[in-house]
């Protein structure tokens, strides 16, 4: 057992946006935190999404505040996080078989909720999109955009660590410290230390689990009530399209194609799973046909486009306290200090919300604790203050190879930290993602990063065409250098190609499979890693 | 289900497998590490195109299009096509004075066939040469071609033209810029040969140059205007009763055939397969027995054969090899798969000189150390280069096959009284 | 075009019956759709490495026995295995490919990644954890190249350290090396094995022999980046730097495999044969229960005829067989092929399990005749990877299956006629 020196001021448990942005809104008021993840950040469902920077306008009709809450957030998004936004703008189509008159209420709802929302002529969408159902009758331009969620995670994360922030990743609460009615910190399993016990106090701990805040609150001796939605989405091999395309109807499964860095991403289904499903998710046959029906709708070239991989990840969709069936859910944010609530001192839950509204929640949970700890001259100014590597980048600054301008869609401003004086800093790693030897190493030892599947979370290293067929290896290499853990890697290998394979899987067929086979045979024939056993989940 | 079954990808470079296999054929990546090379240059590249034009790298022009990658890849994904349209589509200069000079052969050969002897000797001085070194950047160790002082066409409408009709035959030659200006030996010696089997020989009613230089140095435009008059010169003779459009230029062949609808998108499904090379043609027609050739008893030959990147490309190198070693008298030599390095225009450019004749090395060091009496390939500008680097002498399989036949015994054996 | 045998595929299957055919004087057209998976072969091939339980093999015959009947040595017979297997490396070191090990008993090869596998036959010059056992000393020099990300000498040194032996890592660097450097991309094995020559390889040889001066390792293992078309570099390098010195297997596209093709091909260019490179078969004629010509992507309608045909067209990667998600399929000449019926079953999570779908593949008789609406082609043979039955990335058979079923249509062609 090893107790930590130090005491908090704020123990936040969960390394997603909103852990990450709760932690970083705690530093930069001056509060001492400790931001702890049980394995990587943006394992969960900050990990496992669409990436959209919605505008707000799919909420606009069946549920304004959202729809308010998303296009501010929007627009604080585009200014702070400048280098994780992309700005695409949104369309919002109407086929044949939709209902044209929604059209009217959508753009009516849209302006009421502050969306500037423009109906245009479906051959000015053609121009815009083309790639779009040739077919529309009708279309609404939107301000969406995509977001990188692992970069803006990232952000706040590093922020956060400037500031002050402790951070720990791997580290599993398992239980909390209590005094009578009073949470006094959290007792964690180092997954990286054979489950060594850690122990850590604070005044107050926050629960931003996402999903997993259910099970926390009642390790805690409270009830939040979640329901745990399963989304499935597909990527596909390349960017099909530039500008976002939603179906302009109720919202549905599959009507929201997405461009985000080299791919595209089509989703979600939307269903309810246990939650001894939630750390399992498969995405099923079934699945994947739907996604494809429904995305060939928004743009019929997918259907002759490689589907890449499949994914899905876990909604935390939070029962209103006052209908404890769990029948009336709310997407909006919930932020619960048990205090009030229950009489648990020392514990607020923040859930519900999106990744749209990762910086609101944070800002809530973070005014709960400033609440409750007394601080409360500090205010907010996540909403003004950019992130790191989100500050206006050099237009000048010269940029000559591919892994260059690669890295510095990856990490802004940042990127001139990476190494790139040497030609062998500036060998790609990753040739399907541009990956350079140089942002390894700069991912390496600034980004936590201590094995290939925390890299890719960092880099994209691993997430192109190949779905790392080569440059695992040669990154593995790079990390045993820096701490000699020689079959550790080895088992890393395996493990990312398994990783990789996991969402291969459901979409194993032609292209896909072909590519599958050569990279068994190289990595398990060849290179022989089939006779390591696949023991330890890295995670 | 239906939806996965249907589910094939339909865009090509996304067939890449990125198992390496073309950077290990790419004449250009040893020898030019400023070249990205086809993985990169191509189907990796094309993905972040597709999202950012910035991630266009200028180095692509030192790709050769020889498509060498193409033949290599396992999952026939057209790398060298995919380098070239994004070289068209992002390169922001336009196409220098230099490359349209290079690449309007058939401006260039009208002008200078007028007055041949001045043209080939003013090219040939050092200060010219000099001079075009420095301000064009055409390489001063390069030796232009020989304008000839008739060109073909004006030679087989005096000498060949009224006697074609009469043969049971009949094809139309597509002879190239290179034949036409420079090379009127070989256009001749292909009439002579096509005659001597009973095939008469035309011309298209018009004939632009086929645009490999113009496709290669981004002048599409130019490039799409010439292909069309072709393809119309091509329907006209297939529906004016040519059985087939034949080339002896390996490159101008694989142009109207493959460049045509993969870089400047004209659909030429109809006539591309009465569009091919002189020795499939003839290979298929002995094969199948319609004509025979005989050649002559006193025909010694040791000849090394040297496959174009093109003819390697277009799958044909089985119809030269197949038509020279059926000559009795002929040791045939198939020199390894190297790229001599010309590509066209791509030689003659000064950036270029030392990858282009890095590239060659190992074809000449091979030719030299096999020692043929000469070297045979389907392609004009290997032959320039070949020439140009080692001391032997280019021909063309049609012209090889031409001179060992013994024509009175072939036009005996195809029964021809004419 | 007129052959006495097509053979559709040049990899190892492919160009081993057309070797074999073109040996016995036959006219061996070889048609290639691209470049094969022995590009990616580390020097060393495998005849069965591992049992159906995945442990590793020592002693062939007995695990032979083993095998379910659909796997093709199974229909081979063990006897036959066993011969043609040392008939396989009789014909590779015809082609100039020169080989250590045994039909019967497996020899320990080096991974790229320090893996000790189980193997058939190894080039002469690659290190084996045999060739390292057998030296006087147990002290080696693992030589890398700077900035060369495809050789994992760390990986390497830490499985023979475990084996007893003390490792050194030297890192070198050349002028050479350095230009090539300067590319972000093509700093890669074979592009490195490619300038390789004259002096370069002296400059190399210069900077080994300069880095391990002070070094007492008796032997030296340096990555397999020299030998690109076997004209006898790795030779001249092993006489310039004066010591014992071993190649290593790196990673991705392999110098020695781009090595076994050249020379392979060569010999059967050698021999006459006529290579079809860059062609697809497309479609093709039957007559009867015979195959009579076959179409491909770039003779318009000349089509290829022959007697006998061999299909060795390969698996997935090769593209011989397709996988829609409910089905596989021969898309040129419309063979039966085998998949297991449960495509729920076809892919398992672990991807180093053994997977199902590996064993799908074109059906033949017993005579290894392909079958096309459940009849056997007459003059249609199927050797190689595109065999059902085998799953031979997990058993280590690829290159054993290439062959011998590859030898053994050769020998049905030659016996037919």
């Excluded at chain 1, 923040?350 to 700890?373: N, P, Q, S």
């Excluded at chain 2, 490359?99 to 041949?116: H, K, P, V």
């Amino acid at each position: 057992m090893k107790e930590l020196d130090r005491h908090y001021d704020v123990i936040v448990i969960g390394g997603g946006a909103t852990g990450a942005g709760t932690a970083r809104d705690c530093a930069l008021r001056g509060l001492k935190v400790l931001l702890v993840e049980r394995f990587d950040f943006t394992h969960g469902a900050t990990g496992r999404n669409h990436g959209l920077l919605h505008s707000g306008a799919r909420y606009a009709v069946t549920d304004s505040e959202s729809a308010r809450e998303c296009i501010e957030e929007n627009m604080i998004l585009r200014r702070i996080a400048a280098n994780c936004v992309e700005d695409t703008g949104g369309l919002f189509i109407t086929l044949p078989e939709d209902d044209l008159d929604y059209q009217n209420t959508f753009v009516k709802s849209c302006l009421a909720a502050g969306i500037q929302a423009e109906a245009i002529d479906p051959d000015l969408a053609r121009r815009l999109e083309p790639s779009v159902n040739p077919g529309l009758i009708g279309a609404v331009k939107v301000p969406d955009g995509s977001i990188d969620p692992f970069r803006l995670t990232m952000a706040n994360v590093y922020d956060a660590r400037i500031h002050g922030a402790d951070i720990l990743t791997y580290h599993e609460v398992t239980d909390f410290i209590r005094s009578g009615s009073r949470i006094e910190g959290v007792v964690m399993c180092d997954h990286r230390n054979s489950g060594h016990e850690v122990r850590a106090t604070a005044d107050v701990v926050v629960n931003a689990a996402g999903i997993w805040g259910h099970l926390l609150a009642e390790k805690a001796g409270v009830s939040v009530k979640m329901f745990p939605a399963k989304g499935a989405l597909l990527v596909f091999g390349h960017r099909v399209n530039n500008v976002v395309i939603n179906r302009c109807r109720k919202p549905a499964n599959a009507d929201i194609l997405v461009p985000g860095d080299t791919v595209c991403v089509i989703g979600t289904t939307s269903d309810r799973v246990s939650f001894d499903e939630v750390d399992r998710m498969d995405v099923s046959p079934e699945e994947v046909d739907v996604l494809l029906r429904e995305g060939i709708k928004l743009a019929p070239s997918l259907a002759t486009t490689r589907i890449l991989r499949a994914y899905a990840g876990v909604r935390p969709l939070v029962a209103s306290d006052d209908d404890p069936s769990g029948r009336s859910i709310s997407r909006g944010i919930v932020c619960l200090d048990h205090a009030s609530r229950d009489g648990l001192e020392g514990f607020v839950t923040i859930t519900g919300g999106k990744l749209m509204t990762y910086r609101l929640m944070a800002e809530w949970a973070t005014d709960t604790v400033c609440r409750k700890l007394g601080r409360e001259s500090a205010g907010c100014v996540t909403a003004e203050l950019p992130l790191p590597g989100s500050e206006p980048i050099d237009a000048e600054a010269s940029r000559s190879t591919a892994g260059e301008k690669a890295a510095v869609g990856r990490h802004g401003t940042l990127a001139s930290r990476i190494p790139s004086a040497y030609a062998s800093d500036r060998a790609l790693v990753c040739e399907c993602e541009e990956v350079s030897v140089g942002e390894v190493e700069y991912a390496v030892n600034n980004l936590n990063v201590d094995n290939l599947l925390n890299l890719r979370r960092r880099t994209r290293l691993g997430m192109g065409t190949c779905q790392g067929q080569l440059c695992v290896c040669r990154a593995a290499a790079i990390l045993e250098k820096h701490d000699n853990c020689t079959d550790r890697h080895l088992n890393g290998i395996r493990q990312f190609v398994n990783e990789r394979w996991k969402g291969m899987r459901p979409v194993a067929w032609g292209d896909n499979l072909a590519e599958s086979q050569l990279t068994a045979w190289l990595y398990g024939n060849v290179a022989g890693l089939d006779s390591l056993d696949d023991s330890g989940e890295m995670n | 289900m239906d939806f996965q079954n249907e589910n094939i990808s339909r865009y090509n470079f996304e067939q890449c497998t990125k198992c390496t296999v073309c950077t290990v054929v790419c004449p250009v990546t040893p020898v030019n590490p400023r070249y990205p090379g086809p993985k990169q240059a191509g189907p990796d590249g094309e993905r972040y195109r597709l999202k950012d034009s910035v991630f266009f790298d200028e180095a692509f022009k030192y790709c050769l299009n020889c498509k060498r990658c193409e033949v290599a890849c396992p999952s026939d994904v057209r790398i060298g096509d995919i380098i070239l349209a994004a070289r068209i589509a992002h390169t922001k200069s336009r196409p220098s004075l230099r490359d349209t000079m290079l690449a309007e052969t058939d401006l260039m050969g009208s002008l200078a066939t007028i007055c041949a002897p001045v043209v080939n000797t003013t090219l040939a001085m050092k200060p010219v040469k000099y001079i075009m070194d420095r301000t064009l950047g055409i390489d001063s160790h390069r030796r232009f071609p020989k304008y000839a002082g008739t060109k073909f066409v004006t030679w087989f409408r005096r000498n060949a033209e009224s006697l074609q009709a009469d043969y049971p035959r009949q094809v139309s030659y597509f002879h190239g810029c290179y034949v036409n200006y420079n090379y009127p030996d070989l256009g001749k010696a292909f009439v002579r040969l096509f005659n001597a089997v009973g095939v008469g020989v035309h011309l298209l009613d018009r004939e632009r140059c086929c645009g490999v230089a113009k496709i290669s140095n981004r002048l599409v435009k130019e490039a799409t205007r010439d292909a069309k008059i072709n393809l119309d010169a091509v329907r006209k003779a297939i529906s004016g009763g040519s059985e087939a459009v034949l080339a002896t230029s390996s490159t101008c062949c694989f142009t109207l055939r493959d460049e045509y609808p993969h870089m400047l998108g004209l659909d030429n499904a109809d006539v591309r397969p009465s569009i091919t090379l002189a020795v499939a043609y003839l290979a298929r027609l002995i094969e199948s027995g319609d004509i025979k050739l005989v050649f002559r008893d006193d025909y010694r030959r040791r000849i090394a054969y040297h496959t174009p990147c093109h003819m390697e490309r277009m799958g044909y190198t089985q119809y030269s090899i197949g038509l020279l070693s059926s000559i009795p008298g002929v040791e045939l030599i198939v020199l390894n798969p190297n790229c001599c390095g010309i590509a066209g225009t791509y030689g003659f450019k000064k950036e270029n000189y030392q990858t282009s004749q890095a590239i060659g090395a190992p074809l000449f060091e091979q030719i030299e150390r096999v020692r043929p009496d000469f070297v045979a390939t389907d392609c004009e500008t290997c032959k320039w280069q070949i020439e140009m680097s080692t001391l032997q002498r280019v021909y063309n399989p049609i012209e090889v096959l031409a001179e060992a036949l013994d024509f009175d015994a072939t036009r005996k054996a195809n029964n021809l009284n004419i | 075009m007129k052959f006495d045998t097509v053979i559709i595929g040049a990899g190892l299957a492919g160009i081993t019956a057309a070797i074999r055919l073109a040996e016995e004087g036959k006219n061996v057209g070889l048609v290639s759709a691209g470049r094969s998976s022995m590009h990616f072969n580390s020097g060393a091939l495998g005849l069965l490495g591992f049992d159906t339980d995945h442990h590793p093999v020592d002693d062939v015959p007995t695990a032979l026995v083993s095998l379910l009947p659909d796997h093709p040595y199974s229909k081979l017979g063990d006897a036959y295995v066993t011969r043609a297997a040392s008939d396989a490396a009789d014909l590779l070191r015809r082609a100039g490919v020169r080989t250590v090990g045994s039909a019967v008993h497996n020899h320990t090869r080096i991974s790229p990644l320090g893996i000790l596998r189980p193997a058939w036959l190894t080039l002469d010059n690659i290190a084996t954890l045999d060739s390292l056992k057998s030296l006087s000393e147990s002290c080696v020099a693992i030589i890398s190249l700077a900035g060369f990300l495809d050789f994992y000498p760390r990986f390497i040194a830490s499985s023979l350290e475990k084996e007893g032996f003390r490792c050194e890592i030297i890192t070198i660097d050349t002028p050479e090396l350095k230009a090539l450097r300067s590319s972000e991309t093509e700093m890669r094995a074979a592009n490195i094995a490619r300038i390789m020559q004259g002096d370069t390889l002296l400059s190399f040889a210069r900077a080994i022999r300069e880095a391990v001066r002070t070094s007492e390792a008796t032997a030296l293992i340096i990555p397999a980046v020299v030998n690109f078309d076997g004209d006898g570099e790795a030779l001249r390098l092993r006489k310039a730097v004066g010591r014992q010195l071993f190649y290593a297997p790196t990673m991705g596209v392999s110098v020695p495999g781009i090595a076994m093709h050249t020379r392979l091909l060569r010999y059967f260019l050698s021999l006459g044969g006529r290579l079809l490179n860059g062609h697809r078969v497309t479609s093709a004629d039957f007559d009867g229960d015979k195959l009579s010509a076959v179409y491909t992507d770039k003779f318009d309608g000349d089509a290829l005829r022959a007697d006998n045909f061999v299909f060795a067209a390969g698996s997935f990667f090769g593209r011989g067989i397709v996988a829609l998600p409910d089905a596989v399929i021969e898309p040129s000449l419309g063979l039966d092929t085998f998949a297991p019926s449960d495509t729920s079953q076809w892919h398992k999570p672990d991807l180093f399990d053994r997977q199902p779908i590996m064993k799908a593949g074109i059906a033949v008789d017993d005579r290894f005749r392909a079958l096309r609406n459940g009849s056997p082609v007459t003059n249609l043979f199927a050797a190689g990877a595109a065999l059902a039955g085998a799953d031979s990335v997990r058993e280590d058979s690829g290159a054993g299956v290439a062959m011998l079923t590859a030898l053994y249509v050769a020998d049905e062609i030659l016996n037919n006629n």
